[in-house]
């Protein structure tokens, strides 16, 4: 058994920033990327940002690149978005995912977490 523990939700003006963490806990796997969807009202999930397995390579949608910054902590099992500079079309249910294997870009995961809460206000 798998669990993607989130938190850092809430919600923030326009401009501000907000840090999303996410915990692995349960079954362990030896590789892994790690990666982080949301999902607006009336929208379909979309991808946000991943970190391949080795942590070394970084990747963004265009609409967050230079606001968001992720990163990861393999003793820790944990996940970071920091988010900055917010706007209010980053309102969604961010969502922490994780794909198993020797994986660069996080495309199928195998594990979500269950999301939690951003809303920008203007």
């Known amino acids: 058994q798998v669990q993607l523990i989130e938190s850092g939700g809430g919600l923030v003006q326009a401009g501000g920033s907000l840090r999303l963490s996410c915990e692995v806990s349960g079954r362990t796997f030896s590789n892994y990327a790690m990666g982080w969807f949301r999902q607006a009202p009336g929208k379909e999930r979309e ?16 609409s967050v690149k230079g606001r968001f910054t992720i990163s990861r902590d393999y003793a820790k099992k944990m996940v970071y978005l920091q988010m900055n500079s917010l706007k209010p079309e980053d309102t969604a249910v961010y969502y922490c995912a994780i794909q198993t294997g020797v994986v660069m870009k996080i495309v199928a995961p195998n594990y979500w977490g269950q999301g939690t809460q951003i809303t920008v206000s203007s």
């Open 47 to 62: 991808f946000v940002s991943g970190i391949n397995w080795g942590g070394s390579t970084t990747y963004y949608a265009d």
